[in-house]
């Protein structure tokens, strides 16, 4: 068990749907990473959120947003959802202090689009 | 963006050989990080290597950093059967200012122990 917990585990939608899957984070940790894994991407790092505050984007569509808490918990908001869109979404979360960078992965949540 | 090159795809192995993967990319990366998979479930950190040419071990599993930053490796002693699964290898850039960036994974190794 990583200390990071996500939920739904598992959400099935139709196409044109919003949803918000949920992160927390390990005690004390400030930073919070989203990830997708999809068979043909593999996982790609979406986006990073430390302490509040956007810190970086990556492979992240517009459609997609996200934000963290003062509680430092996360939230991963997917819009206008395209079948494109299933796949599993993880959350990570790290200490980010003196050499501590690890990230530590949450179980996942698996998105399915119909 | 950046890519990583993780070989081999696959390894099929008897339980108690010695397995072998490796990673290699076009730019440098400041940390490299080891993770398996089980089906279903969310990557699990094994090792986390953070200097060039650092060698590093977690029980029967080793791992290093290469010296060119662009590359590391994975070893695993003495296979057994809960070993089977996916093995990523990770690379991550720090910001300028401090903090680190996303991390960019590579494909996984299938690894399978033959009964």
């Not at chain 2, 108690?16 to 998979?37: A, H, P, R």
Request: charge should be negative.
């Amino acid at each position: 068990d990583s200390g990071v917990t996500q939920t739904p585990k598992h959400l099935i939608t139709a196409t044109g749907q919003r949803v918000t899957l949920r992160c927390s984070p390990r005690s004390g940790d400030l930073s919070v990473y989203w990830y997708q894994q999809s068979l043909d991407q593999g996982l790609q790092f979406l986006i990073h959120y430390y302490n509040g505050e956007e810190r970086a984007k990556g492979n992240i569509l517009e459609r997609f947003s996200a934000q963290q808490f003062p509680d430092l918990h996360s939230e991963l908001n997917l819009s206008s959802l395209e079948l494109g869109d299933s796949a599993l979404y993880f959350c990570a979360s790290s200490p980010q202090t003196g050499y501590s960078y690890e990230q530590y992965f949450g179980p996942g949540t698996r998105l399915t689009v119909t | 963006g950046q890519q990583l090159n993780q070989s081999p795809q696959s390894m099929f192995i008897q339980e108690g050989e010695d397995v072998s993967m490796n990673c290699t990319s076009s730019s440098i990366f400041n940390t490299w990080l080891w993770y398996k998979q089980d089906p279903g479930e969310g990557p699990v950190l094994l090792i986390a290597l953070y200097k060039a040419g650092e060698l590093t071990s977690n029980g029967r599993l080793t791992a290093q950093f290469g010296i060119t930053r662009k590359d590391s490796f994975l070893n695993i002693s003495a296979s057994i059967p809960s070993d089977v699964g996916i093995y990523f290898c990770a690379g991550q850039l720090m910001y300028s200012g401090g903090g680190a960036d996303g991390l960019t994974f590579g494909k996984g190794t299938h690894l399978i122990i033959q009964p």
